[in-house]
């Protein structure tokens, strides 16, 4: 550590830092093993972060697991009136399975309000069983995470791209949030070879190549794949509201009357239609 400065005058400090460690408290997260070089003067200071130290992020409250990853780049820290801003000009941030590259920052007032965040990212290819591992818990119905989990079972996303802007006091940004400029929370993906599992009771959507995007609190999903071996040329599905759990899903399959058989045995219409679903269809059948 070595601060130099003067009464009055100007004041100088800089400081290897090794092992920073923070706690989660409540809903907010911790950290730990940051390693940085430290500069900084009476107007603010900036953290240049050691590529090759392990960084823990910690939000029991919201991720519920903890991420390792290491980081590369600067964060800069400098007050704002009564409240801190922190940003960061570029940061690239690289775990197990994502890589990020981050610009932007957040802002946290001394009113006793939630910060501001102005955040855009670059996210590379990652798999998509990667999401389950960042659904904030406290933030979203436990069925709306119970669902999530249960929907995305397998393939792989890139071309991700998020942004995050506004005051979490609006959170989740609903564009009825009552004011323009409310706040923006979106990602977009393209899946590949994804596997789409609507409804426990249907078989699942596979080989899915498409776009998927989440925003505010529903998500959209857009392209094409197969269901029980019909190939689906189009498809769209989405939940405007995670809280209000209304999925819809318009799909438009071709094939032959076979396959379209054998799809709706594995489905809860059979139940209801069983006896014009009969397991080895005859052409009496195919014709009905």
Known sequence: VDVRGSRGGSLHASARVRGLHFAAVGTSPGMRGIDADLLGDADGL?????????????????????????????????????GWVVRTPGLAITGKDLSVKA?????????????????????????????????????????????????????????????????????????????????????????????????????????????????ADGFTSAGQGQLAGVPIAAFTAGIPRFGRAELSVDANAVGNARDFLTMLRQSPLHKDYGETLPDEPDSKALEA
């Not at 798999?127 to 929907?151: N, R, Y």
Request: glycine share 14%; aromatic share 10%.
């Open 103 to 215: 610009r932007g920052g957040i802002g946290f007032p001394n009113d006793g309000g939630r910060p501001h965040l102005d955040i855009a990212a670059d996210i590379g290819a990652a798999p998509v069983s990667a999401a389950h591992g960042f659904w904030i818990h406290h933030l979203m119905p436990k069925s709306t995470v119970d669902w999530l989990d249960a929907a995305l079972q397998g393939g792989r996303l890139h071309d991700i791209h998020a942004v995050v802007a506004g005051d979490l006091d609006d959170w989740p940004f609903h564009n009825d949030a009552g004011r323009a400029g409310a706040g923006k929370f979106r990602i977009d993906a393209r899946m590949q070879g994804g596997k789409l599992k609507f409804q426990p009771d249907w078989p699942a959507m596979e080989q899915v190549q498409g776009d998927i995007r989440f925003e």
């Open 46 to 82: 900036r953290l240049r972060f050691d590529p090759h130290a392990k960084t823990t992020f910690d939000w029991p409250a919201g991720f519920g697991v903890a991420h390792d990853f290491t980081l590369d780049g600067d964060a800069l820290l400098w007050r704002d009136g009564a």
